[in-house]
């Protein structure tokens, strides 16, 4: 049997069964198992409740019944620089940003790891549902976890070699209603705890109210492509590229069909709004990404190759020709097939069968050559 006992990892614990039963696991396989609980956002809700200040206190509970030490850390500045004024940077900008994925690049995989380290920890383990194999060369490649519903490789994209090498998921071959199953087998308190979901930093809140705090909303019109004024918009940062939900559009003469956001022109401050799910305004042959990064080091020369690719969290894989440009770490990628509401901020992610190869930020959108007005 291997002995773990002078391997020690610090698992980041949230409150919530993933993490819990993540730093279970390790205890159990004999590691020297540290939890700390991060606290990134003042999080008080609109009833004056801090919600972080109840899931320290399961954080506590559940290390006090497996039997490790545990240590809160702050990072609500590291948060704010790096995450928050990204995010609010990207809204100006027109740009639909994904803060989990600067989360985890800037915060939970950089600042934390690095205090880890400060703990002496050999490694990081964190209750996300994501696998790492090591290849005969050494080489850590990030595969698809088990349970495919929960796959979060997506959001881990944008990390480095020297990050996930240091990195445990030891839920990597489990699926959530085991892990649920595992918790409630140790009596574990939060064994039924409801699954955290939407950015953190907003909860449960109003998205447009949350927005509308940090950066004051300019309305203005909604236009067809051809500039006729059907509607008023709230402020161009609410909406995203193939929304149809919260227009307050109904139909026309012409169509019964519903409306979608098709683009947006920032000078004129005008939603570019259209009729019909298969408008061909949101359909690209051809994106851009910058901030390329894959898992196993960037290439050093141009290179071209066949993958998949996800350019939103939940849909399905399509298949892509990339052409890398290793000076400026940016991406061409040719869809096999017309992609729908392809947009921009968001992240290109990358993969290869059950490997994840890595990804980077979506700039803009083409069909035939032509750039599409989504920002």
């Not at 990081?124 to 519903?149: C, F, I, S």
């Not at 940090?214 to 492509?225: E, H, I, Y």
């Not at 849909?315 to 947009?343: I, L, M, N, W």
Request: proline fraction near 3%; include cysteine; hydrophobic fraction near 35%.
């Amino acid at each position: 049997m291997v002995d773990n006992s002078k391997i020690r990892v610090v698992v980041g614990m949230s409150g919530g069964v993933d993490s819990s039963v993540s730093a279970l696991l390790l205890k159990q396989q004999g590691y020297d198992v540290v939890g700390v609980f991060m606290k990134n956002w003042d999080d008080t809700n609109d009833d004056g409740v801090c919600t972080a200040t109840e899931d320290y206190e399961d954080v506590k509970k559940v290390a006090d019944k497996i039997g490790i030490p545990y240590y809160s850390i702050n990072f609500e500045k590291e948060y704010w620089e790096r995450v928050f004024q990204y995010f609010l940077k990207e809204y100006k900008a027109g740009r639909t940003p994904n803060p989990d994925i600067m989360c985890n690049t800037e915060v939970k995989f950089k600042s934390f790891l690095e205090y880890a380290l400060d703990l002496d920890a050999d490694y990081l383990a964190m209750g996300h549902y994501a696998k790492t194999m090591v290849d005969e060369n050494g080489v850590t490649h990030m595969m698809r976890p088990k349970d495919g519903n929960k796959d979060q490789t997506y959001f881990l994209s944008q990390l480095t070699q020297e990050q996930i090498k240091r990195v445990m998921f030891p839920l990597q071959d489990l699926t959530k209603p085991e892990v649920r199953r595992i918790a409630e087998e140790a009596g574990l308190v939060n064994a039924k705890k409801k699954d955290s979901t939407g950015i953190c930093f907003i909860g449960e809140r109003n998205f447009k109210h949350f927005l509308s705090e940090f950066l004051p909303a300019q309305g203005g019109d909604m236009v067809t492509p051809d500039g006729k004024v059907v509607g008023h918009h709230a402020g161009l940062m609410y909406y995203t590229i193939g929304q149809r939900q919260g227009l307050g559009l109904g139909s026309t003469k012409e169509s019964t069909a519903p409306w979608f956001v098709v683009g947006k022109d920032l000078e004129k401050n005008q939603l570019i709004v259209e009729q019909g799910y298969d408008s061909p305004r949101l359909y690209a042959d051809r994106l851009q990404a910058s901030g390329m990064t894959f898992f196993t080091g960037n290439p050093e020369e141009d290179t071209e190759f066949k993958a998949t690719a996800k350019f939103r969290y939940r849909q399905c894989d399509v298949g892509v020709t990339v052409k890398y440009h290793a000076a400026s770490k940016t991406a061409d990628v040719y869809f096999d097939e017309p992609a729908r509401a392809v947009t921009p901020g968001q992240a290109l992610v990358l993969y290869n069968g059950e490997e994840c190869l890595g990804g980077g930020n979506i700039d803009a959108a083409f069909k035939d050559d032509k750039k599409l007005q989504l920002v």
